[in-house]
Structures are given as structure tokens and as C-alpha cells.
């Protein structure tokens, strides 16, 4: 893998997580493809966890990633999940976000990377910088997250930042301590507490990027380093951007999010 910009593959090596379904198909291969680009780290393993899919899985094939079915990842699955109304339904969202939590469960480095489906990098990341971790980090959120947080952690998110941006770098000692903590506070599983946490009436009831990148921020404030995300959201595909139009883009911001999703913009809280 050859350096861009003369950045070098520092640093611990790690795994990558990407949960997708096939609807996603149109982007991931760019999604595996930018992180062979530009994540500056040594990657040792990419998983793709999804449902049993041919598509999925000749995909992984042909770019030498790895399948996990999604059934095997943890003791439910996405019909024994219950967040809907008569307009909207999150069941399979939230699911995903547990997926990515028991990530300790499926890649072998200390370190591995989530990434949504749907997200390309188009500029160099690094995740650690000695024994600090690094976050990408925006300037709002969604307020349930926070309520979810401190109903789960019995304290306020400490970080003046939302970490919701669709990758994250994640230790697997400190997860699993997340996960301790939160079934010895709830007496219970922590898939358990964190689904009962939730206010159901609510569209974005839980993030796990917030979730844990809190509980991180919490323990040593001053082993973390925020850089602002400079995240992209478009409505076109990512196969219709020429390079040209990629490089300028790439000036301004780290990465592109081909989804859409209404009413998410609700401002920090302060």
C-alpha cells in the first residue's frame, strides 16, 4: 500500500467493521476501497457484516474482505427488536449500532474501525496518535442521544462535541468496559439495557459512536484529540463524481455520506 502525501502506515494495526445490507452495494466497494487508501494505519482484516447475501458475499470475495453473517453476531436478531410507529421504523437501524458494540466479537486486532456503508473517505486518516486516540467530531446531534447516555451511564456525556460521525475507531478493552459497566449499573445484558433505555417514542433514541466515544472521553479527557470531521452528505451516487470533482471536494472535507435522512439536524446541546 503506497503513502499519500507522504504519510506512512503508523502506528497499531487494525481491523475494519462495516455492517451493510444490499442496498448499500452501490457504495461499498468505494467505502473498501478508500480505506485501503487512506486509512494510515496497517489493516489487517476487513469484515463485513450483513445478512446472507450472495451479492454481499461475492463482493467480499472479490475484494478480499470477510463475511460475518449477521445472525451469529449476537443472541438476537432484528425481528426481536421493537422501535417503530405508524411513520417510521428503527428497528433495523438499532440493530446495526448493536452489531458495531460487539465488534470485540469478531475482529482479532486491539483496534478496529467501524465504518457506515455508506461513508467514503477521500482524504488521510489516522485513528491514534501515540497513546491518544483521535475522534472526528461535529457540532450537533441529537438530544435523545445524550438523554439515552445518562439514563445508561448515570452521568452527563462529558464531551463538548458529537462524535456521530459515521466511523469511529474503537479499543476493544475499553468497549468491553463500556459493556461491563453498563450490566453492572442495569443488573442485565447491555444490549438489554441499552434497548430499554431508549424512549421508543423518539426517532433517534441511542448512538453508539456518542455512547462510547463519551465513556472514553470520560475516563481521561486528555488522551483524546477532537478534529472536526468536514463530513459531506450528498445525494448523488459516488460512481457519478469524476476525480476532479472528488479532489475539490477532498480541499474541504475528510469524507462523503450518500444517504438521506430527514429530520436529523437538531443542534448540539450546550
Not at 99 to 112: A, P, Q, T, V
Request: charged letters at 25%; proline letters at 4%; a positive charge.
Amino acid at each position: 500500500m503506497s503513502a499519500i502525501s507522504g504519510l506512512t502506515n503508523k502506528g497499531p494495526a487494525i481491523d475494519v467493521l462495516i455492517p451493510a445490507i444490499e442496498k448499500d452495494l452501490a457504495t461499498l466497494p468505494h467505502v473498501i476501497d478508500s480505506l485501503r487508501r487512506y486509512v494510515r494505519h496497517p489493516v489487517s482484516n476487513i469484515y463485513i457484516v450483513s445478512p446472507n447475501s450472495s451479492k454481499i458475499r461475492s463482493l467480499c470475495t472479490r475484494k478480499g474482505c470477510i463475511f460475518v453473517d449477521e445472525t451469529r453476531v449476537l443472541p438476537f436478531t432484528k425481528k426481536d427488536i421493537h422501535y417503530s410507529s405508524t411513520r417510521w421504523n428503527r428497528s433495523g437501524w438499532l440493530y446495526q449500532q448493536l452489531l458495531k458494540m460487539n465488534g470485540d466479537h469478531i475482529c482479532r486486532e486491539s483496534f478496529f474501525l467501524v465504518i457506515d456503508a455508506d461513508t467514503v473517505l477521500i482524504r488521510p486518516h489516522r485513528f491514534r496518535s501515540g497513546n491518544n486516540s483521535i475522534f472526528y467530531c461535529r457540532s450537533w446531534s441529537q438530544p435523545e442521544y445524550f438523554r439515552t447516555y445518562r439514563k445508561l451511564m448515570g452521568a452527563r456525556p462529558p464531551s463538548p462535541r458529537s462524535f456521530v460521525t459515521h466511523y469511529m475507531l474503537f479499543e476493544k478493552a475499553k468497549l468491553a468496559g463500556l459493556k461491563r459497566k453498563i450490566e453492572d449499573r442495569h443488573g442485565m445484558s447491555w444490549h438489554a439495557a441499552i434497548i430499554r433505555s431508549i424512549d421508543k417514542k423518539k426517532q433517534f433514541g441511542f448512538s453508539e459512536y456518542e455512547t462510547y466515544a463519551n465513556y472514553v472521553y470520560s475516563g481521561d479527557s486528555t488522551s483524546v484529540i477532537l478534529k472536526n470531521a468536514n463530513n459531506k452528505s450528498l445525494k448523488s451516487s459516488f460512481a457519478s463524481l469524476g476525480k476532479a470533482q472528488t479532489l475539490r471536494l477532498a480541499r474541504t472535507y475528510r469524507s462523503l455520506s450518500f444517504h438521506q435522512r430527514k429530520g436529523y439536524s437538531t443542534p448540539a446541546r450546550h
